[in-house]
C-alpha cells in the first residue's frame, strides 16, 4: 500500500507565495509521474503540473511562469512552488503519485487566496 501525504496550504493575500509538498510512501518501487491537481466546489478536478522521474514537466496554462514543480526522488517529495498567487489559484490542491503501475491520491490541502 502507498501514502500520499500533502502540506503547506493556507491563506494568503493575492501576489503573496506559497510551497506545497507532497511525499510519498509505503512498498514503493519507484514513482513515475508525480502531479499536483486543483479542485473548486462543482468543477472536475484540473491538472496544475506535472513531472516525471526524469524531471520532464508539464503545466496547466493558468499557473506557467507563476508555479515550479519540482521533485526530489531520495525523498519520494514533489513540490509546488506557487509565486504571484491570484484569488483564481483558490481550491483544494490534490498530490498524485503514478507508482507501482497505479495512481495514487493524497487527501488534499487547501489553498485560498484573498484579493
Known amino acids: 500500500q502507498v501514502q500520499v501525504v500533502e502540506s503547506g496550504g493556507g491563506l494568503v493575500q493575492a501576489g503573496e507565495s506559497l510551497r506545497l509538498s507532497c511525499v510519498a510512501s509505503?512498498?514503493?518501487?519507484?514513482?513515475?509521474?508525480m502531479g499536483w491537481y486543483r479542485q473548486v466546489p462543482g468543477k472536475q478536478r484540473d491538472l496544475v503540473a506535472r513531472?516525471?522521474?526524469?524531471?520532464?514537466?508539464n503545466y496547466a496554462d493558468s499557473v506557467k511562469g507563476r508555479f515550479t514543480i519540482s521533485r526530489d526522488n531520495a525523498k519520494n517529495t514533489v513540490y509546488l512552488q506557487m509565486n504571484s498567487l491570484k484569488p483564481e489559484d483558490t481550491g483544494v490542491y490534490y498530490c498524485?503519485?503514478?507508482?507501482?503501475?497505479?495512481?495514487?491520491w493524497g487527501q488534499g490541502t487547501q489553498v485560498t487566496v484573498s484579493s
Open positions: 498524485n503519485v503514478y507508482v507501482n503501475l497505479r495512481g495514487y
Open positions: 509505503g512498498s514503493i518501487f519507484g514513482i513515475n509521474v
Open positions: 513531472i516525471t522521474s526524469g524531471g520532464s514537466t
